[in-house]
């Protein structure tokens, strides 16, 4: 069977370096990695008193990962604004959460090489439950400053109304 229903002539899985991210209807800037999306459902094991000395499985609660995003410090101020609703230090007593809209739904969008859109995934309920302003700082490093958020959530799923795309041919440039 075909992996790729649309461009069978592709063999090749779609790579991981082509990606966006969106909340409340925008792409963010900046954002150069994701943790992988994981879901883990719990096994309980049970046997009957009069089984063989054989366990039963079945699933029990499932819980979903965190979801990392990272990204290269910049002026652009979404991480800390959305960190600011879980807990904002200079609010003062009984405003330091924003009860009202700290929870966002996000999509996390995967692009083929050409640029086209090829999956995308829905997180719901996420709050920032970690916020790195700034990383360790030091002067005989040479690396960007990364800043961070971690979103804990409700579930993911994938957005089925997002298919595979016909992949353009090549042509040769006029010339």
Known sequence: MAQFTVNPHRHDPYKNFKF??????????????ISALRRTTEVI???????????RKSPGRTT????VLERGISHDTEFERWANKVWNFGAGPGAEVSLKDFRKDVVIELYNE????????????CWVSEYQALPDL?????????Q???LQNEGWERDYEVGEPAEPAYTEPAG
């Not at 966006?20 to 990695?33: N, S």
């Not at 979903?64 to 979801?67: K, L, N, R, S, T």
């Open 20 to 33: 966006k991210v969106k909340w409340d209807g925008r792409y963010v800037a900046g954002v150069h990695r």
């Open 138 to 146: 030091d002067a005989n490093a040479s690396s960007v400053a990364i």
């Open 114 to 125: 050409a640029g086209q859109l090829v999956l995308a995934y829905k997180a719901y309920r």
């Open 148 to 150: 961070s958020i971690t």
């Open 64 to 67: 979903f990962e965190p979801i």
């Open 45 to 55: 094991e049970h046997r009957e008193g009069g089984d063989p000395s054989m366990r």
